[in-house]
């Protein structure tokens, strides 16, 4: 539907443009400057006509602009000629220049961000058409469709794709792909930490699964604190994951990183009221080249992990 209005609208504009510059008595008998005008200008839809020889300007933008990006913008976009460079996301700015200077596909969409006059950014899919004169481009002309919600919900269902619905920390999906970005293709020094909550069994039977949850949810938030630089992951039910890139076990820097952790719990349980104290048995395994190696790092991650485990069980009610 999109398209096919997309199409109607730019054929619009190309017969707009001829027919002021000409004065085409064929066309106005028709269909009249005045009736194609109002079409255009009534489009939610941002429509416009950029030349760029022999002068960069906009020629004409539909009034639709200053509803999307704050009244006002289409007088700057008419008579402040730098203000399209001004406006663009400076991460986007090449995309604006490669479709003035044609190094570009014009076949395709492109997605940019525009500066409201608010200061926002906001995402916008356009469509181009080429003009040519003896095979020199002298204009393009097109449509910006806002497709901020469109975004939005990618990014939301992106995020849903990648994160923990409970504790918000980034789920074993996410976790295995980072895994296998690590075996695969990225090869430096890797530490795995695994990490598991101790006693969550005892707080469900005794306290209900809401607390038992609040449980999780809390050992989750002491784990993001302390390892809030690295990849956080709930891979379990009570189980956790924490990938430390750049760095090897030997390094002071993990050192301080799980005193940093035992130092955490310490002051968590001194200070809040839950159930039984928090505990959290640790696992760490450590390469210095990760290619070829993280599946027995998560091994040897793991055994270290359950061997702390069982030494635990012979004081506390796992």
Same mark, same amino acid.
């Given at each position: 539907?999109?398209?096919?209005?997309?199409?109607?609208?730019? &054929?619009?504009?190309?017969?707009?443009?001829?027919?002021?510059?000409?004065?085409?008595? %064929?066309?106005?008998?028709?269909?009249?400057?005045?009736?194609?005008?109002?079409?255009?200008?009534?489009?939610? @839809?941002?429509?416009?006509?950029?030349?760029?020889?022999?002068?960069?300007?906009?020629?004409?933008?539909?009034?639709?602009?200053?509803?999307?990006?704050?009244?006002?913008? +289409?007088?700057?976009?008419?008579?402040?000629?730098?203000?399209?460079?001004?406006?663009?996301?400076?991460? #986007?700015?090449?995309?604006?220049?490669?479709?003035?200077?044609?190094?570009?596909?014009? /076949?395709?969409?492109?997605?940019?961000? %525009?500066? /409201?006059?608010?200061?926002?950014?906001?995402?916008?899919?356009?469509?181009?058409?080429? &003009?040519?004169?003896?095979?020199?481009?002298?204009?393009?002309?097109?449509?910006? +469709?806002?497709?901020?919600?469109?975004?939005?919900?990618?990014?939301?269902?992106?995020?849903?794709?990648?994160?923990? &619905?409970?504790? @918000?920390?980034?789920?074993?999906?996410?976790?295995?792909?980072?895994?296998?970005?690590?075996?695969?293709?990225?090869?430096?020094?890797?530490?795995?930490?695994?990490?598991?909550?101790?006693?969550?069994?005892? &707080?469900?039977? /005794?306290?209900?699964?809401?607390?038992? @949850?609040?449980?999780?949810?809390?050992?989750?938030?002491?784990?993001?604190?302390?390892?809030?630089?690295?990849?956080?992951?709930?891979?379990?039910? @009570?189980?956790?994951?924490?990938?430390?890139?750049?760095?090897?076990?030997? #390094?002071?820097?993990?050192?301080?990183?799980?005193?940093?952790?035992?130092?955490?719990?310490?002051? %968590?349980?001194?200070?809040?009221?839950?159930?039984?104290?928090?505990?959290?048995?640790?696992?760490?395994?450590?390469?210095?080249?990760?290619?070829?190696?993280?599946?027995?790092?998560?091994?040897?991650?793991?055994?270290?992990?359950? #061997?702390?485990?069982?030494?635990?069980?012979?004081?506390?009610?796992?």
């Amino acid at each position: 539907m999109f398209i096919g209005g997309l199409i109607f609208m730019l &054929v619009l504009i190309a017969i707009f443009f001829i027919a002021k510059s000409m004065n085409a008595s %064929f066309i106005q008998s028709t269909f009249s400057m005045k009736d194609m005008k109002q079409l255009i200008e009534q489009s939610y @839809d941002i429509i416009y006509y950029y030349e760029i020889y022999p002068t960069e300007k906009h020629l004409y933008i539909s009034p639709s602009v200053d509803k999307l990006l704050g009244e006002g913008t +289409r007088h700057k976009l008419m008579t402040e000629h730098a203000y399209p460079y001004e406006a663009i996301h400076p991460d #986007d700015l090449y995309i604006f220049k490669n479709k003035v200077s044609g190094n570009m596909d014009y /076949s395709k969409p492109i997605i940019q961000r %525009f500066r /409201s006059l608010e200061g926002t950014y906001h995402f916008f899919e356009e469509y181009i058409t080429p &003009v040519y004169k003896k095979g020199q481009l002298i204009a393009i002309q097109g449509i910006l +469709r806002n497709i901020d919600d469109k975004v939005r919900l990618e990014n939301e269902i992106t995020y849903q794709l990648s994160h923990d &619905v409970l504790t @918000d920390l980034y789920n074993r999906h996410f976790f295995e792909q980072q895994i296998q970005r690590l075996n695969e293709q990225e090869n430096h020094a890797v530490t795995l930490i695994l990490c598991d909550l101790d006693r969550l069994k005892h &707080v469900n039977d /005794s306290f209900g699964h809401q607390a038992g @949850d609040n449980f999780i949810i809390t050992a989750a938030n002491v784990l993001q604190k302390t390892f809030h630089h690295h990849t956080v992951a709930r891979i379990g039910g @009570d189980e956790f994951a924490i990938i430390v890139e750049h760095l090897h076990v030997e #390094d002071t820097d993990i050192v301080t990183i799980l005193a940093n952790l035992h130092k955490t719990i310490d002051e %968590f349980n001194a200070g809040e009221q839950l159930p039984i104290p928090l505990s959290i048995s640790v696992g760490l395994a450590s390469t210095a080249q990760s290619i070829g190696h993280m599946h027995t790092l998560f091994t040897q991650a793991d055994l270290q992990m359950y #061997d702390e485990k069982r030494l635990k069980k012979q004081h506390l009610p796992v």
